[in-house]
């Protein structure tokens, strides 16, 4: 038997079949925002100033965020995190879905486009869904 018909060769080798299989995603994102609380210790402290003529005693009022609880000012926020966003982005795309349905159809390109456009936001739709949030932690800068 000559190279051509070994069966090891590569070029008589075949790709296996494409088989689905069920898989666990997971980011680790951040973001930065500015939030307000009043969940903190004030801490007064003395400090002074001067100028040419006089020295100023100036009270000064610092926020102790040892005992804060960020996640909760966070959550307390009118700040979006990742499932609230991907929430609006099922109801963005629900929208879109329905006004797809009014779409002109003139054209054969315009079905083709309308059925396009269908798939997209189908699976966009399909993606923004099922996501667990696993961990909030949300901590001073």
């Known amino acids: 038997m000559g190279a051509a018909q070994d069966p090891s060769a590569p070029w008589n080798q075949s790709e296996p079949e494409e088989v689905e299989v069920e898989v666990a995603v997971s980011y680790s994102l951040s973001r930065s925002y500015t939030i307000s609380t009043n969940d903190y210790n004030p801490e007064v402290e ?23 609880n960020f996640n ?3 959550l307390n926020s009118d700040k979006l995190g990742i499932p609230q ?14 006004s797809l349905k009014n779409y002109p159809e003139l054209t ?4 083709q486009h309308k059925k396009f456009l269908i798939k997209k936001y ?10 667990n949030e696993d961990d909030l932690d949300v901590e001073a800068e």
Do not use: M, R
């Not at 003395?46 to 804060?68: A, K, R």
């Not at 189908?122 to 996501?131: D, F, S």
């Open 46 to 68: 003395d400090d002074y100033d001067e100028d040419e003529d006089d020295v100023f005693h100036i009270t000064v009022v610092v926020p102790d965020f040892t005992d804060t």
């Open 72 to 74: 909760q000012a966070f």
């Open 85 to 98: 966003l991907l929430s609006e982005l099922q109801d963005l795309v629900k929208e879109k879905l329905e």
């Open 108 to 111: 054969a390109g315009d079905k």
């Open 122 to 131: 189908k699976n966009i739709l399909e993606c923004a869904t099922g996501w």
